[in-house]
Every structure is written in structure tokens, then in C-alpha cells.
């Protein structure tokens, strides 16, 4: 059974701050992942993909790896920004395409 | 594109009760995921229906069900509601065996009270 844990569960970092969210599972035998953002009683926003032949994937200030053998992932956001507030999730899809296992996030406080 | 749309945004319900939730995948997509989301907790895996059919599922009791129409959308139905019920309910679209995101909706809440 595929258990993902994100530490830290929170975080405080003034803005303009570099900073790395990290991921691990226990299953390598993983499809893709996948980082999402969650504001506040709101749903999901993809943020970035790891495709499974991939080990790591860009998008503006955001930055995302992908080590299998050693079961984690790390985010990694430069030049961080009060609007960058939110809970940050990974999920692991099932090889099977199928299911994605969540961690339980980690809340980033970007203090201005 | 609308991506995935789910309806209704928030729901109160009695014990007991019954409850349906809606949810239109994004364009193209024919693959429909449902989770559960306790608060400060991530998203549970419910079930996952393509071609009209549960493909997957999760830890979750025979009170919850789900259905898929031919045009792709889907239902969760959830019976003999229970205070623990209480959650955002999450929606996700997909391609079945393809290598790409997923997408979510903005979850249904629903309170039981």
C-alpha cells in the first residue's frame, strides 16, 4: 500500500525566500506525479507534472524532481511571494494509471 | 474549456439522508476519480469510472456509489449519511493510460448535521 508523507507540515519564510517542500513514498513503482496547490476550501490546481520517463520538471519560479529508487520528490519554489500562500500537495498515480495517493500537504506561509 | 465543473458547491445534510454529487470532466477526458478530503488532511482515494464502469476503488463502505453517463460525467451517492461524511468531495477528470494530469474541480462541501 502506497503511503506518501510531506514534511514539513508547515512553513513560515519571509518573502523573496528560496525554499524546498519535500515528499516521500513508500512505492516506487509509481506512474507519474504530480504537485498541486490548495488554496483554502478550494479544489486542487495542478501546478506540475512528472511524467513517468521523467526525472524532473520546470515552470516559472517552480521546480519539481523525481527520484523513484530512493522514493521522494522535492518542489522547490524560488523568490517566494505572498500570493505563493497555500497548502502544496503531491500525488502519486498508481501504475495502473489509475488512482493517486495524496500526501497531507504542506501549508506555506509567505510573509510579506 | 470549463474544465471540471462539480455541482452542487456546498450541501447540508441530515443524518441519515441521502446525498448525490455532480461532477463534468474536462473536455475530452474519460476518466472520472472521486475523493474524499477531511479537513487538514490530503484527498482519499473513493473510486475511478470509465466506460461507465468502477474501474478502481478505494477503502470506502457499499454507501458510497457512484455511477458514469455516456457523455463522461459522473455521480457519487452517498446513503445513510454519518456525521464522519462531513468533507470536501473532489472530482477528478483524466485519459485512462495516458501519461498526463489531472485535473480537478473546486469539490462539493458537504456537512452533515
Known amino acids: 500500500k502506497q503511503e506518501v508523507t510531506q514534511i514539513p507540515a508547515a512553513l513560515s519564510v519571509p518573502e523573496g525566500e528560496n525554499l524546498v517542500l519535500n515528499c516521500s513514498f513508500t512505492?516506487?513503482?509509481?506512474?507519474?506525479l504530480q504537485w498541486f496547490r490548495q488554496d483554502p476550501g478550494k479544489g486542487l490546481t495542478s501546478l506540475l507534472l512528472?511524467?513517468?520517463?521523467?526525472r524532473e520538471q520546470t515552470s516559472g519560479r517552480l521546480n519539481a524532481s523525481l527520484d523513484k529508487s530512493s522514493g521522494r520528490s522535492t518542489l522547490y519554489i524560488a523568490a517566494s511571494q505572498p500570493g505563493d500562500s497555500a497548502t502544496y500537495l503531491c500525488?502519486?498515480?498508481?501504475?495502473?494509471?489509475?488512482?493517486?495517493?495524496f500526501g497531507d500537504g504542506t501549508t506555506l506561509t509567505v510573509k510579506p | 474549456d470549463a474544465g471540471v465543473t462539480q455541482s452542487p458547491t456546498h450541501l447540508i445534510k441530515t443524518r441519515g439522508q441521502q446525498v448525490t454529487l455532480r461532477c463534468s470532466p474536462k473536455?475530452?477526458?474519460?476518466?472520472v476519480s472521486w475523493y474524499q478530503q477531511a479537513l487538514g488532511q490530503g484527498p482519499q482515494f473513493i473510486f475511478q469510472?470509465?466506460?461507465?464502469?468502477?474501474?478502481q476503488r478505494g477503502n470506502f463502505p457499499d454507501r458510497f456509489s457512484g455511477h458514469q453517463f455516456p457523455n463522461y460525467s459522473s455521480e457519487l451517492n452517498v446513503n445513510a449519511l454519518l456525521l464522519g461524511d462531513s468533507a470536501l468531495y473532489l472530482c477528478?477528470?483524466?485519459?485512462?493510460?495516458?501519461?498526463?494530469?489531472?485535473?480537478f474541480g473546486q469539490g462539493t462541501r458537504l456537512t452533515v448535521v
Open positions: 477528478a477528470s483524466s485519459f485512462i493510460g495516458r501519461d498526463t494530469e489531472a485535473f
Open positions: 512528472i511524467q513517468s520517463s521523467q
Open positions: 512505492d516506487s513503482a509509481i506512474y507519474n
Open positions: 473536455s475530452g477526458h474519460d476518466t
Open positions: 500525488a502519486m498515480r498508481d501504475a495502473n494509471a489509475g488512482k493517486s495517493t
Open positions: 469510472y470509465y466506460e461507465e464502469e468502477e474501474r
